[in-house]
């Protein structure tokens, strides 16, 4: 198996939980991991079928997060279903992005030219929240370009030191190379200075990623 998409015979429908076909349902990995930054996730509707998408078991990972099929909301209000101010959160930015020198951290904050802002304390702290875009590359970039109060959040980039764990499995969907769950999990580990929690975060997609390797 090399590059793309790759094709694995489903004969189930999805489980309702975790969204995977049967033999693909990773449910018995799943134990909700509480986080203080509530999750947004904005999913192109082309990538709700995608055997090996995330986002609807990071949903069910990460405490508190929400997944939204969709292209365009009006705001981030109507996105999440009650109040809430973009300025204070953060969206996982596409635009172009350069990694600052001497580059410690896995997460950085920029501005809206994408360099990394001076002091990248202050930028992510008090965040209450995190959108992600899920989908590939022009899936993503085109949910940036519906939603311009995307513009309103704080932008953050990142720069994983790991490549992803889907290895050969998917082509890379996103800039950095991360599925959407692994993106979250890194972002989440940054901003509330814990790193134990991208592990525990990704536990249901390594499981995914087992069930498909041994192609059930
Ligand atoms: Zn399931």
Known sequence: MTDGPIAVPVREGPCAACGKPGPFCVCAAIDPVPVRTRVLILQHPQEKTEILGTATIAAAQIAGANVR??????????????????????????????????????????????????????????????????????????LWWRNPWLLKCRRIVLFPKARSRYGTLRREPRREGLSTIEAAAVALSRIEGDPTLEARIVKPFEALLRKVRAGR
Do not use: F
Request: net charge negative; aromatic share 6%.
């Open 69 to 142: 099929a969709g292209l365009s909301w009006r705001n981030l209000a109507a996105a999440l279903g009650r109040e809430a101010d973009a300025r204070r959160w953060a969206v996982l930015y596409l635009g172009p992005a350069k990694a600052p020198e001497g580059l410690a951290d896995a997460v950085v904050a920029v501005d809206k030219a994408g360099a990394a802002l001076p002091d990248q304390g202050a930028a992510l702290a008090g965040l209450e929240g995190l959108v992600l875009l899920d989908g590939t590359w022009s899936q993503a970039k085109t």
